[in-house]
């Protein structure tokens, strides 16, 4: 599920891009802006989602003003999105339905950015955590008659696999 969100985003990202990138009569500064407060929003994504610091990517990516607004911001990839809009409010479109498309995948970003908040804030049922160790302890006790079925003669050799995975795991 983390991976569609994901690739979902992505998708949103590229697909606004590239027609925002289609449209005639919008300046560079403008499409570099537009670009760059995308590429940020991703890093503040993954950031968000692996509890980092954002702070060197939005500074070397944003205006100083904007970075420290969208830095002071409690959520600065949703700051991001809300940049992302008001620029596309300076634009002229020629034909509504253009606008219609950015403002959908701007929505669809912040649709996939709650998507990954939930799934990093939602707990572990305690039934399926019990499970999980219960399946691995009978693993790890059934693992020193497959290792000497499977030719382990030493039992040097045994113990020092069977504490390795335990730890491992």
């Not at 697909?15 to 289609?22: E, G, P, R, T, W």
């Not at 890093?43 to 509890?51: G, L, Q, T």
């Amino acid at each position: 599920m983390a991976r569609q969100q994901w690739g979902l985003m992505v998708f949103h990202s590229r697909d606004f891009a590239s027609v925002l990138n289609s449209c005639e009569g919008i300046s560079t500064i403008l499409r570099e802006t537009c670009a760059k407060l995308l590429v940020a929003f991703g890093w503040c994504v993954k950031c968000a989602m692996r509890d980092e610091d954002c702070a060197d990517v939005v500074n070397l990516l944003l205006p100083s003003a904007t970075a420290e607004y969208v830095l002071g911001r409690r959520k600065p990839a949703i700051a991001i999105l809300s940049l992302l809009r008001k620029e596309l409010g300076k634009i002229k479109f020629e034909s509504a339905s253009t606008q219609r498309v950015l403002s959908e995948k701007i929505s669809g970003q912040n649709e996939n950015y709650g998507g990954m908040e939930r799934l990093m804030t939602t707990p572990l049922s305690p039934g399926y955590s019990r499970h999980a160790s219960r399946c691995l302890m009978v693993w790890l006790l059934l693992l020193p008659g497959g290792l000497l079925s499977g030719g382990c003669q030493s039992m040097v050799k045994l113990i020092t696999i069977v504490v390795a995975t335990a730890y491992g795991e």
